[in-house]
């Protein structure tokens, strides 16, 4: 089963009963890069043949069509997520439109005097620090401006609101599973494992101050571990996988 998230992600369950969903990161993308991830999200119980369902209440009315008997229009509701795709390459971000009913056009502003009329483009910042970026849609019936604030190239020790933060990942080196404490609860985190050559291999969400991740189908050797907080890089390290 594969269904399509509010997130613009592709999520498929599992044949067997397994703890795991699979995900197709682009799925605008041809070919290999899609980025399809086995096993790339590990559930807190056994799955078989389902996905949670994500009604979509954004459909808006079909324009011009006999259904449309109220004489609405879709005026467009601008949105957008973002993530850092090559964690060697910190100030390149990519910018994915999640927009609703119907934008026609797409107008970004990422903050740094550039702009970018692509539906999701890929923006690589001169230098570190903080940036307002604004995504306004539009069609014939009206326009939309959402704005989130990015840190591209910004670490835990210059955000204030961080500097007493502190993780601990171990026992480095491993084996089956790696174990994760934090001092503190982080909303809508992320921790992600890379191979030394910035490929993504692994990744759970981070649902309380304490959690394992399995990693017995993992191979031997080095990898970069990562906590992001909405794909704000928070804290990294290093950790040795044994055979």
């Given at each position: 089963m594969a269904q399509l998230a509010p997130d613009g992600k592709i999520y498929i369950s599992t044949a067997?009963?397994?703890?795991?969903?699979?995900v197709i990161e682009y799925p605008d993308r041809k070919g290999m890069a899609c980025t399809v991830r086995q096993r790339a999200i590990e559930l807190p119980?056994?799955?078989?043949?389902?996905?949670?369902n994500h009604p979509n209440f954004r459909l808006g009315p079909d324009d011009g069509s006999l259904?449309?008997?109220?004489?609405?229009?879709?005026?467009?509701?601008?949105?957008?997520r973002w993530e850092q795709e090559d964690t060697l390459s910190p100030l390149q971000t990519t910018f994915f439109d999640l927009s609703s009913y119907e934008p026609a056009s797409w107008y970004w502003e990422f903050g740094d005097g550039t702009v970018s009329q692509d539906t999701s483009p890929v923006h690589l910042y001169d230098t570190a620090g903080a940036y307002q970026v604004c995504l306004t849609v539009s069609n014939p019936y009206g326009s939309d401006t959402f704005c989130q604030t990015l840190f591209p190239g910004?670490?835990?020790?210059?955000?204030?609101?961080?500097?007493?933060?502190?993780v601990?990942?171990?026992?480095?080196?491993?084996?089956?599973?790696?174990?994760v404490s934090m001092n503190t609860?982080?909303?809508?985190?992320?921790?992600?494992?890379?191979?030394?050559?910035?490929?993504?291999?692994?990744?759970?969400?981070?649902?309380?101050?304490?959690?394992?991740?399995?990693?017995?189908?993992?191979p031997g050797g080095f990898y970069i571990w990562?906590?992001?907080v909405k794909n704000q890089r928070i804290k990294?390290?290093?950790?040795?996988k044994l055979d």
């Open positions: 067997g009963s397994t703890p795991y969903l699979h119980n056994i799955n078989v043949y389902s996905l949670p259904c449309d008997t109220l004489g609405l229009d879709n005026h467009p509701l601008a949105n957008f910004v670490t835990s020790a210059d955000n204030p609101m961080l500097q007493n933060f502190s601990e990942v171990y026992p480095n080196p491993f084996r089956e599973r790696l174990a609860a982080l909303k809508d985190a992320v921790f992600r494992l890379y191979s030394t050559t910035g490929q993504l291999v692994a990744t759970k969400p981070v649902m309380d101050r304490y959690f394992e991740m399995e990693a017995t189908a993992l990562e906590l992001a990294s390290g290093k950790c040795v």
